[in-house]
């Protein structure tokens, strides 16, 4: 069993920039891939980024040279680092992570973005 854990999120202006953290219980290097998720009010979760344990990265296209993955195994952390946030980037972000074909859901972290 794999706990995923997010933090960093919170409130933040247009312009502006945050840091999301997703620590694991385990071991990353069995978990590939990591990536980040989002949910708006009053939509469906969406693909955000995506690592994997060969270094690969990929993005949705609404983010792409906006937010960076990266992993860091020797801290079993998955970062998100998201600049030039807009208003349309607020949603719950969760890490998600699949390790011997199961899915992992962290609980979530609020990244609220002001105009």
């Known amino acids: 069993q794999v706990q995923l854990v997010e933090s960093g999120g919170g409130l933040v202006q247009a312009g502006g920039s945050l840091r999301l953290s997703c620590a694991s219980s385990?071991?990353?290097?069995?978990?590939?891939?990591m990536g980040w998720y989002r949910q708006a009010p009053g939509k469906q979760r969406e693909w955000v980024a995506v690592?994997?344990?060969?270094?690969?990265?990929n993005y949705a296209d609404s983010v792409k040279g906006r937010f960076t993955i990266s992993r860091d195994n020797a801290k079993n952390t998955v970062y998100l680092q998201m600049n030039s946030l807009k208003p349309e980037d607020t949603a719950v972000y969760y890490c998600?992570?699949?390790?011997?074909?199961?899915?992992?859901w962290g609980q979530g972290t609020q990244v609220t973005v002001s105009s």
């Open positions: 385990r071991s990353i290097f069995s978990i590939n891939p």
């Open positions: 690592s994997s344990t060969g270094g690969s990265t």
């Open positions: 998600n992570g699949v390790e011997m074909y199961r899915t992992y």
